[in-house]
């Protein structure tokens, strides 16, 4: 008999007497029903030291002092009106130096979860490929007001499984083990979201 099997042996012994673990079930929570969902989103979003604006109208006002502008090419075009700068398609793919150069880039998003204050990109219409979003060093987020779902669970029934998620908690930050927080280390050092309602 070999040590191993000696200490199962004994394991299997002193287990003989104990009585089956009986699973006990989980309760989460898989719907949020508040009807404050989009305060509780901007508050997450302001905790995280995002910032938020309301409504399209902001956006000229955001994006003049941007020279340069990275956009999806499927970007609507009332998100650029009033823009005076240059506007960088991504067709064919920039490349990341081009990209790192961006003042900014400008991209909707899939979903975004209130109670973690998190935005889902999953390369759908205006949202355009992941490095896209996480090379240039201030990301300008619309979302409209029904992508706003309470919690994960909700979110994740909106997302393909397929499909390369970005999740966006606050602008990209880190912390060394004395604590001092760095931000821009795994993308956008800023990030400003644009709350449009549905109804627009």
Do not use: F, K
Not at 14 to 20: E, F, I, Q, V
Not at 39 to 48: A, G, K, S
Not at 96 to 111: H, K, N, S
Not at 149 to 172: F, K, Y
């Amino acid at each position: 008999m070999t040590a191993r099997d000696e200490i199962l042996a004994r394991l299997r012994t002193a287990l003989a007497d104990t009585p089956p673990a009986v699973p006990v079930p989980r309760r989460y929570r898989r719907v949020d029903d508040r009807p404050d969902l989009v305060e509780v989103l901007v508050d997450r979003l302001t905790d995280y030291r995002a910032v938020v604006h309301h409504g399209l109208d902001a956006l000229p006002g955001l994006l003049g002092d941007v020279d340069r502008l990275a956009v999806p090419t499927d970007v609507p075009a009332d998100w650029l009106t009033g823009y005076a700068g240059q506007v960088h398609r991504d067709a064919p793919p920039l490349s990341p130096a081009d990209l790192d150069g961006m003042d900014a880039v400008l991209t909707g998003c899939a979903v975004a979860i209130a109670d973690t204050g998190t935005i889902i990109l999953d390369a759908g219409p205006a949202q355009g490929r992941r490095a896209l979003t996480l090379v240039p060093d201030r990301h300008l987020c619309v979302v409209r007001t029904d992508q706003v779902v309470g919690l994960l669970p909700e979110a994740l029934t909106r997302l393909d499984p397929r499909a390369p998620l970005t999740l966006i908690s606050g602008p990209s930050a880190t912390s060394d083990i004395e604590l001092n927080r760095v931000e821009g280390v795994h993308g956008p050092r800023r990030l400003e979201v644009v709350l449009v309602s549905s109804a627009r």
